[in-house]
């Protein structure tokens, strides 16, 4: 019968995440690896993951926004570096700089802003200035970067900012496109150090690109998808990277040939998944339907009440991985874990 309660769950396994983090880092070789964990780090949870990767030896933190860099500077303490990239408000401004949370700037008027915050605390903001190399998402226009870096550089001078990172993203959809956005933020860089100091950290590249792509890897590789075990869609399987996470629902009810599992589309798994296959004591089962609060699977000999079905995981019971389970619908492997709601609880089992 059942131990725990009649409710899915989502096993962190923390040998397997510092496992992949030290496969990770040994490939990125000199480029430091900075730990991204937006979106609650990628559902796992923030707490855990920044512990976990403290024990793995990481030193660099990348959260979205600042709120989740205070939260990470709490946990990790004084020592690591802390790295921002929402644009803030004056309020979160004014906590990343006393929190000595490094601050990611993509627009002049937000390098004003923050420069001007500085001056009324009476610190010195650390700011990375990121160059639009092609996403349009945020950063610099390369028409306006020279006068950017005047203003950054000035307003070093003055004892407000010290600009110690250039950055950008880009999309690691094709290589031609990467390497014309790496070309010009090699520009961008060099026309940084023409006007003073290079900044220590130079940073372009996530997940795929840092593995793939070392040619293309600054001083700092910005790493979330990878660290966590969940491979590219469409990408081929990482030496030494494992799914961190498994995603475990027990069986509530046998009905005919079929068991009923406890989790389903409110729990974040989405019904269009249906035709999946999941990992029972047996191996794997299809699943007919996802309803709202349970999914049909495929029986099998002595099925009983309580007995474990792996939802997605790293394939012990014969289940799919995140990311195959994301390429069905045409995702992502990190939207099947950030899409886990608050109902799933999150347990720690190594
Ligand atoms: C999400 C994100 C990353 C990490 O991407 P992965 O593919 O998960 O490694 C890096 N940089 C920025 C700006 C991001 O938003």
């Not at 007995?307 to 799919?320: K, R, S």
């Amino acid at each position: 019968m059942m131990e725990g309660p009649m409710r899915p769950e989502l096993r962190l396994d923390s040998a397997v995440f510092r496992a992949n983090i030290a496969a990770v880092r040994d490939r990125l070789g000199d480029s430091t690896l900075m730990l991204v964990l937006k979106d609650d780090a990628y559902g796992h949870g923030l707490r855990w993951a920044v512990e976990t990767a403290l024990e793995a030896g990481v030193t660099s933190f990348g959260s979205y926004d600042v709120r989740g860099g205070v939260e990470v500077r709490r946990i990790a303490g004084g020592e690591v570096t802390v790295f921002a990239w929402a644009t803030s408000t004056d309020e979160e401004i004014d906590e990343a700089l006393l929190q000595d949370i490094e601050l990611g700037v993509g627009t002049v008027e937000y390098l004003r802003r923050i420069a001007a915050r500085a001056e009324v605390l009476g610190v010195r903001a650390r700011i990375h200035l990121k160059i639009d190399t092609g996403l349009h998402r945020n950063g610099v226009r390369p028409e306006d970067w020279a006068a950017a870096v005047a203003e950054a550089r000035e307003a070093e001078r003055s004892g407000a900012l010290a600009l110690v990172g250039v950055w950008s993203h880009i999309a690691e959809a094709s290589d031609a496109e990467d390497d014309e956005a790496q070309a010009v933020f090699l520009d961008a860089v060099r026309q940084v150090g023409l006007t003073g100091p290079q900044p220590a950290s130079v940073h372009l590249t996530a997940s795929a690109a840092s593995w793939w792509r070392p040619e293309l890897r600054g001083t700092v590789s910005r790493i979330g998808a990878f660290c966590y075990g969940i491979r590219s869609a469409d990408g081929p399987d990482l030496d030494g990277v494992r799914p961190a996470a498994r995603l475990v629902a027990p069986v509530v009810r046998v009905e005919g040939e079929s068991a009923i599992v406890a989790v389903g589309s409110l729990d974040g798994v989405p019904s269009t998944l249906a035709g999946m296959t999941v990992g029972t004591p047996v191996g794997s089962r299809a699943v007919s339907t996802i309803d709202v609060a349970t999914m049909t699977v495929e029986g099998w000999p002595e099925m009983a009440v309580g007995d474990e079905v792996t939802v997605f995981g790293p394939g012990a019971q014969g289940e799919e991985t995140a990311t195959t389970l994301a390429e069905r619908i045409d995702t992502v492997g990190e939207e099947i874990l950030t899409r886990l709601g608050p109902r799933i609880r999150r347990r720690v089992v190594d």
